[in-house]
């Protein structure tokens, strides 16, 4: 399986990558994750990165594709990918469609997740995340599957509790200058996708598992090679 998930901040692309890598066995392609690792470590290239991150902006197409190309390079990634959160506007889709051809493995489809804009700002102000193991939950019972203050879910890295944190981009002043930039720069991906075929559009506003059962029929009747 090689797709991408397209879809707002908020929209499950994290959750529903994850269900699909284990389901498949192939690797989750966050480019969002893979900045976040280099601002971790403290790289020039995260250093940079994490200006435009914490005001909701995107990180320059060159620097993103650099890390795409080496990611998809990797042994892992000959089974198949999720891309998620890449591309994020069209030069960044035409470069991935390139890259692509060049090794002979195109995508199969592009699965939009589809949700209200008013869902998607109440997902991302409630989100919080582990810091120790990843694990995502959120403070809003409707969308939590572990309501952060009552789990008791053991987490992996700390062997006990786990560490909730906030992203420094899911403060409410951030949220709404990443949904004007999805709206500006990723929206116009759904037309050009739609336009070469490839789109699947999913309603997003269900359970994971219902919303991860549609993405598999989406992929498996549209399935271009
Ligand atoms: P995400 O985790 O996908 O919501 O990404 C968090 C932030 O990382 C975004 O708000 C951007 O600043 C940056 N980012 C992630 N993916 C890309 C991309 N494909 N192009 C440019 N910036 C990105």
Not at 25 to 35: F, H, K, M, V, Y
Not at 102 to 112: D, E, N
Not at 174 to 192: F, H, M, N, S, W
């Amino acid at each position: 399986m090689r797709i991408v998930l397209l879809g707002a901040p908020g929209s499950g692309k994290g959750t529903q990558s994850q269900l699909l890598m284990k389901a498949y066995a192939i690797p989750q392609i966050s480019t969002g994750d893979l900045l976040r690792e280099a601002v971790a470590k403290g790289t020039a290239l995260g250093l940079t990165a994490k200006t435009f991150m914490d005001a909701g902006k995107l990180v320059d197409d060159a620097t993103v594709l650099g890390m795409i190309r080496e990611r998809l390079k990797q042994p892992d990634a000959a089974q198949g990918f999720i891309l998620d959160g890449f591309p994020r506007n069209i030069a960044q889709a035409e470069a991935l469609s390139q890259m692509l051809a060049g090794m002979g493995t195109p995508l199969q489809a592009v699965v939009l997740l589809n949700l209200d804009l008013g869902v998607l700002f109440k997902r991302l102000s409630g989100r919080r995340i582990c810091e120790a193991c990843g694990m995502v939950t959120n403070v809003h019972p409707d969308f939590a599957g572990v309501p952060s203050s009552t789990s008791n879910v053991h987490c992996e890295g700390t062997g006990g509790a786990h560490r909730w944190i906030q992203r420094p981009d899911d403060k409410e002043d951030v949220i709404g200058k990443r949904l004007e930039v999805y709206d500006a720069q990723t929206k116009p991906l759904i037309q050009y996708y739609s336009t070469a075929g490839l789109l699947r559009v999913v309603d997003a506003d269900r359970p994971k598992q219902t919303v991860f059962n549609a993405i598999e029929h989406a992929v498996a009747d549209g399935a271009a090679t």
